[in-house]
């Protein structure tokens, strides 16, 4: 069974969920692949992984760049967790490319990823925001796609930037 939570947000309406103890999902509403990883059954309920989240999410938005102080196991093949490994190391507010982190994951793992296939597994990533895929860019440095849509990704990489300031 899963628990579920929502969040109002700037970039939208959030959805959080949790395995009881671990949080597995935080999707805006509307995004693609929303509620991808919930199980068929889930529950409203408040639970502290989901509060502490929640109030993670609160800091967040208010400009800040809190610490995690709970437990995500985010569902996915082991290239995905592998590439949503290296997302969660990208510096608040600083980006990479989709190329750059191909290169890490050959490196890391010996085994060549292309651009494209680290943009699926980005694409797909169950934990947005708190997994910073928001935070990857094209080879030029533009912004390319975002599962939430562009302007959410615009407006999260803009919030980073200034609470770095």
Avoid at 134 to 140: I, L, Q
Wanted: positive net charge; hydrophobic residues 35%.
């Amino acid at each position: 069974m899963d628990y579920v939570a929502e969040y109002i947000s700037p970039v939208g309406k959030i959805l959080l969920s949790s395995d009881g103890k671990n949080l597995t999902g935080l999707w805006i509403e509307n995004q693609k692949y929303f509620k991808s990883t919930l199980c068929g059954e889930y529950e409203k309920r408040k639970i502290p992984v989901l509060e502490k989240a929640i109030l993670w999410l609160e800091k967040y938005f208010s400009g800040e760049n809190p610490e995690i102080d709970f437990e995500i196991k985010p569902k996915g093949s082991g290239f995905r967790q592998a590439v949503w490994n290296i997302l969660s190391q990208i510096p608040y507010g600083e980006t990479i490319t989709y190329g750059e982190i191909a290169k890490r994951i050959e490196k890391e793992t010996g085994k060549r990823a292309s651009a494209q296939a680290v943009g699926g597994a980005v694409g797909h990533n169950p934990i947005s925001i708190i997994i910073p895929c928001h935070r990857v860019v094209g080879a030029d440095g533009g912004l390319t796609g975002y599962a939430g849509g562009i302007d959410k990704k615009k407006y999260l990489l803009s919030l980073e930037r200034q609470g770095k300031n």
